[in-house]
């Protein structure tokens, strides 16, 4: 007889997402000469960038010759791509980090989930709250996570990030052993200077601290105050992993390629004090589970750092921070509450008179068929919140923003 992971039954059945799309779907079904308009979920529209596409296309060709034909890569990634990462994307914010400490794989979202292999169940997290629900997910599973109270997961240390705190989040009261930073974060789209992030990496040092550092979002920023590695904070790399993805940054999240960077010098302990690097063991634990990235998307990310690749790639990241501006600039001028869209793709909004986030979902969505995210979907603390993504089209968003105007 095979016995579960129980842990598993503790996830409440819904998912965020499933629940709007049902929702969305009743809509449809009772209202079918309404075009609803989503600015919900958090994914891109805009195609692919000509260079990677060409890219792909050049190493499919090759793959179609024996003379060139590639079976099994490096489970760590091409160097053409790690090289290609180093050079672009963090010797030129004056990082260095060798080629053994960048792991590619098919997007952040699976080695956020999966770094917690490395790490003991009874390690105690934190989280910035509201936050992207695999981290606490992906440490439930783990069971790390204890029992969910009134919306609360009991073993979790919540960090509130509010309109009330600027969305700057305060060193907790309790003792916690590993953290979880989204920044530029998703879903509030706000993000810390390097002075907050200095206070947190300082943190960790004295406290021994481990940074799980999602920074998916991080061409978004455009303020030259914003760090955009934590590696660009003096003493990150003895305490921070970071998560990087091509996803938002080049439309791959149907193509599937990110990287995990786990620095050389960071180590972590037994429970005898021993100084583990993490490095050699989450290069172990990819051996194991990890066959690679295909070679055909890692030639169409390396594409992404051309001179025409970092154009294109540009001008979509413009698109949707036009978005985000004329959005922003909208629901402002409505007399509302709006945070985030300046350096990230998302718009956070107190709904009007802090209605609860789902009831707003769904007076939005009967009034004027426009499909946002209830904030209290990302955790407690974003109750009475609201998230629009600037990933739409124009017109659609324009569209949106005129009918909202209208309505409010
Ligand atoms: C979209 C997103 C990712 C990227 O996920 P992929 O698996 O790379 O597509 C990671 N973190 C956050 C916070 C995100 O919103």
Redesign the pocket.
């Known amino acids: 007889m095979a016995l579960v992971n129980e842990n598993f039954l503790k996830i409440p059945d819904n998912y965020l997402f499933s629940d709007i799309a049902k929702k969305v779907n009743a809509f449809k079904v009772t209202h079918p000469k309404d075009k609803v308009i989503s600015l919900g979920i958090?994914d891109v529209t805009r195609p692919l960038p000509k260079a990677v596409c060409d890219a792909m296309h050049r190493a499919v060709d090759e793959m179609s010759k024996a003379e060139t034909f590639r079976g099994y890569g490096p489970e760590q990634g091409y160097s053409f791509l790690t090289d290609a990462i180093i050079k672009h994307d963090y010797a030129s914010r004056g990082v260095s980090l060798e080629p053994n400490e960048i792991f590619i794989n098919?997007?952040?979202?699976?080695d956020?989930g999966n770094i917690g292999d490395m790490l003991r169940h009874d390690n105690c997290v934190g989280v910035t709250d509201p936050i992207?629900p695999?981290y606490i997910d992906s440490n439930v599973m783990a069971g790390r996570a204890g029992v969910l109270e009134s919306g609360k997961w009991s073993n979790i240390v919540y960090i509130p990030c509010t309109a009330e705190n600027n969305f700057i989040p305060e060193l907790p009261s309790r003792r916690i052993d590993i953290l979880y930073l989204?920044y530029p974060n998703?879903p509030t789209g706000t993000a810390l200077t390097k002075d907050a992030l200095k206070m947190w990496v300082n943190y960790a040092l004295t406290n021994d601290v481990l940074i799980l550092y999602?920074a998916?979002?991080e061409r978004y920023i455009s303020d030259p105050d914003i760090p955009h590695s934590i590696y660009e904070i003096r003493g990150a790399k003895k305490v921070a992993v970071e998560?990087r993805?091509?996803?938002?940054t080049a439309g791959?999240?149907g193509v599937?390629c990110?990287y995990t960077v786990v620095p050389r010098e960071l180590n972590e302990f037994t429970l005898t004090g021993e100084k583990v690097p993490l490095n050699r063991m989450w290069n172990r634990r990819q051996c194991t589970k990890f066959n690679g990235t295909s070679y055909i998307t890692q030639r169409g990310a390396e594409a992404t750092f051309t001179p025409e690749g970092a154009a294109q790639v540009q001008e979509n990241i413009d698109y949707y921070m036009t978005n985000a501006k004329i959005l922003k600039k909208g629901l402002l001028s409505c007399g509302l509450n709006v945070f985030g869209g300046d350096n990230a793709p998302y718009i956070w909004m107190q709904t009007p008179n802090r209605t609860k986030s789902w009831k707003f979902f769904d007076q939005l969505l009967y009034e004027t068929a426009i499909v946002g995210t209830p904030g209290v979907g990302f955790g407690p603390s974003g109750e009475g919140y609201f998230r629009f993504t600037a990933f739409g089209n124009r017109e659609n968003t324009e569209e949106a923003l005129y009918r909202l105007k209208k309505w409010l």
């Open positions: 958090g098919d997007g952040a979202k699976s956020a992207y695999v989204c998703n999602d998916a979002y998560f993805s091509f996803s938002k791959f999240t599937r990110g």
